[in-house]
């Protein structure tokens, strides 16, 4: 089972490296050094969001529709793929839209489009697959172990990329893309040999697939499903929406270089891979909402600190928001994906993944969305970039504070009964008739 956890956190690094760069160094050039509205920035990045409601559709399909015996592993190698093609293509379109607006959009349109296709087709594959493999007794050790290899994946990348880029040329971030896309695909294909169990299950003894429609009522007819579903929007929107802000925020705030503020991702990812160590640690031995409530009062008192420093200017405490950021999103990420696998039923598997993939991607939407918008609104009406930033990152905080609350009304057992009683199948077919 080990070698099957670190080849699921191979997988899960691969699609993580593909974001880091877009994420992160790409949206800083984009709004600092190229001078592109911060909307557009947010819009374009968000694009892949848009794909979201296709994870629940794959995760329910790909329960019932196995390809030569294997249910998940097509649609993560497609995924990989999509996700690598719109890496090696997103600094030409930043270049591109620099110099003619128009067609760096329709461009951008269809490489982050691609690349958002690719997260999605992926990402519900690989935690259906690893919670399928896993068993309920072993999933929060698998989900430590694959975040534990992303966020050190994160760090490298990003230790990597402010190399690269440094000094800072159009060129060498064109040749750093190229370089952590390359080592993507090749960690990805890693972790797919012999990953997946053939299933002796053909694609026509199986049984029946969902809806849309059934699917969606599995998730609003549950009252608790329901409320997580929106408690995964509130909480990861607030978590997620500072990606495209935060180097542009040092940029903006203290005068950081390109290489220093790709280095911020890497503190941060240094801090969230400590709390991932002490989160497994505490398994069995504190209840995963008590953890998640610390990871998200955490992550709050990181966003109060930023918002501190950016009134103050000063740096130190702007560190020390990242690391409260860090801590709390690494302690918050473990327990409410532990939770996330919980809130699941037996044959429905991918179905909720689905689901909670959903709301992700539809969080991350939302985070993007508000931070390029709300940035650019409050600019136009201040005349100070600075505040911006500050407002953006002082909702994010009263996010967490809502979300915090909600988690509270969250039971499994609840959850359970409901998917256990007869009478909730029923009324789910009802709904969709």
Known sequence: MLLKRFQLGLIHVAVAMTLVPINSTLNRVMIKELAISATLVAILASLPYLFAPIQVVIG????????????????????????????????????????????????????????????????????????????????GKTIATMWFMMIVSII????????????????????????????????????????????????SSTSEAYTVKQMTSAITQNPVARLFFIYLLLLLAAILGQDVLLEPFGAEAFGMTVTQTTRITSLWGT????????????????????????????????????????????????????????????????????????????????????????????????????????????????????SGYLVVFAIEALMLLVATVMLTRINVKEFQKNIEEPSFVEKVALASD
């Open 271 to 386: 801090f969230v891979l400590v709390a991932i160590i002490v989160a497994g640690l505490l398994e069995g031995r504190v209840a995963k909402k008590t953890i998640a409530q610390f990871g998200n009062l955490g992550a709050l008192a990181g966003f109060v600190m930023i918002v501190v420093s950016g009134l103050t200017r000063s740096e130190s405490i702007f560190y020390t928001g990242i690391i409260l950021l860090g801590l709390g999103t690494g302690l918050s990420t473990v327990a409410n994906l532990s939770l996330m696998f919980d809130l699941t039923a037996p044959g429905m598997v991918g179905l909720y993944i689905g689901a909670w993939g959903f709301s992700n991607a539809l969080s991350r939407l939302t985070g993007t969305l508000l931070a390029g918008i709300m940035r650019d609104v409050v600019t136009q009406l201040t005349g100070k970039p600075l």
């Open 156 to 203: 490298a990348t990003a230790i990597g990329l402010s190399r690269m880029v440094d000094p800072y040329t159009p060129e060498a971030l064109i040749r750093a893309f190229g370089y952590i896309a390359a080592v993507s695909l090749i960690l990805g294909l890693i972790g797919l040999i012999r990953l997946e169990p053939r299933s002796s299950i053909s694609s």
């Open 60 to 139: 329910s399909y790909s329960d019932h529709h196995p390809f030569f015996g294997l249910r998940r592993t097509p649609y993560i190698l497609a995924g990989l793929i999509l996700c690598v093609l719109g890496l090696l293509a997103s600094p030409y379109i930043a270049f591109l839209m620099a110099d003619n607006m128009p067609l760096g959009i329709l461009a951008g349109i269809l490489a982050f489009g691609a690349w958002g296709m690719g997260y999605n087709l992926s990402s519900v594959s690989y935690l259906s697959l690893a919670s399928e493999i896993s068993g309920e007794k072993g999933r």
